[in-house]
T-cell receptor, first 113, second 112 residues
C-alpha cells in the first residue's frame, strides 16, 4: 500500500534559519505529491504540489522537488519567519486512487524571533 | 465566506451517545471526504464519496457511518461514541479533475 514518512519533529528554529523537512514515500503508479500546512486552530491548506518526476513545487518561499529516484519530496525554505510556525504534512495521491490522499504524520515547526 | 464549513466546531459528548458532524461546501465539487487527525498519526481517511450515489469506506471506517444528503452536504455519524474516537475531524472536497483537496476548519470532538 501507499505510505508517506516524514522526519520526526518537532523542529525548532530561529528566525531567518534554513528549513528542511524530509519526506519519503512508497506508492503504486505515478503519484502526485503535496505539502499541506496547518496553522494553529485552522484546517489544512495546500502549500505546494508536484505532479511528475523532477517537477519543483514552490509557494511563499517554500520549495520541494519530486525525486523519483530517491522517492522523496523534501520541503525547504531559505529563511523562515515566525509566521511559518505551523504543522506541515507531506501527502501523496497515486494514479490508481485518484482523489484519495495518503498523509505523513506531520511535522511541527516552531520559529522563534 | 468559507468554501468548506463544518458544524459544530467543538463538541463534548459521553460514551454511548450518538453524534453527527456536518460538512457543507460551496465549491461545487462532487468529491467529499472525512478524515480524523490524531497527534503523531497525521490524517487518516474515514469515508469518501465521489458523488451523491457513491460512498466508500476509508482505512478506519469501523464505528462510523456517513450520509451524502446532496452534492454540497456530507455528514459523519458516530452511532455509539467511545473515548478513542476523541480526535480532530476534517471534511475535505475535491474536483474530479484534480487531486488537490480543500479542507474545512475541523471539528474537535471529545468523548468522555
Amino acid at each position: 500500500g501507499n505510505s508517506v514518512t516524514q522526519m520526526e519533529g518537532p523542529v525548532t528554529l530561529s528566525e531567518e534559519a534554513f528549513l528542511t523537512i524530509n519526506c519519503t514515500y512508497t506508492a503504486t503508479g505515478y503519484p502526485s505529491l503535496f505539502w499541506y500546512v496547518q496553522y494553529p486552530g485552522e484546517g489544512l491548506q495546500l502549500l505546494l504540489k508536484a505532479t511528475k518526476a523532477d517537477d519543483k513545487g514552490s509557494n511563499k518561499g517554500f520549495e520541494a522537488t519530486y525525486r523519483k529516484e530517491t522517492t522523496s519530496f523534501h520541503l525547504e525554505k531559505g529563511s523562515v519567519q515566525v509566521s511559518d510556525s505551523a504543522v506541515y504534512f507531506c501527502a501523496l495521491s497515486d494514479g490508481t486512487s485518484y482523489g484519495k490522499l495518503t498523509f505523513g504524520q506531520g511535522t511541527i515547526l516552531t520559529v522563534h524571533p | 465566506d468559507a468554501d468548506v464549513t463544518q458544524t459544530p466546531r467543538n463538541r463534548i459528548t459521553k460514551t454511548g451517545k450518538r453524534i453527527m458532524l456536518e460538512c457543507s461546501q460551496t465549491k461545487g465539487h462532487d468529491r467529499m471526504y472525512w478524515y480524523r487527525q490524531d497527534p503523531g498519526l497525521g490524517l487518516r481517511l474515514i469515508y469518501y464519496s465521489f458523488d451523491v450515489k457513491d460512498i466508500n469506506k476509508g482505512e478506519i471506517s469501523d464505528g462510523y457511518s456517513v450520509s451524502r444528503q446532496a452534492q454540497a452536504k456530507f455528514s459523519l455519524s458516530l452511532e455509539s461514541a467511545i473515548p478513542n474516537q476523541t480526535a480532530l475531524y476534517f471534511c475535505a472536497t475535491s474536483d474530479e479533475d484534480s487531486p488537490e483537496q480543500f479542507f474545512g476548519p475541523g471539528t474537535r470532538l471529545t468523548v468522555l
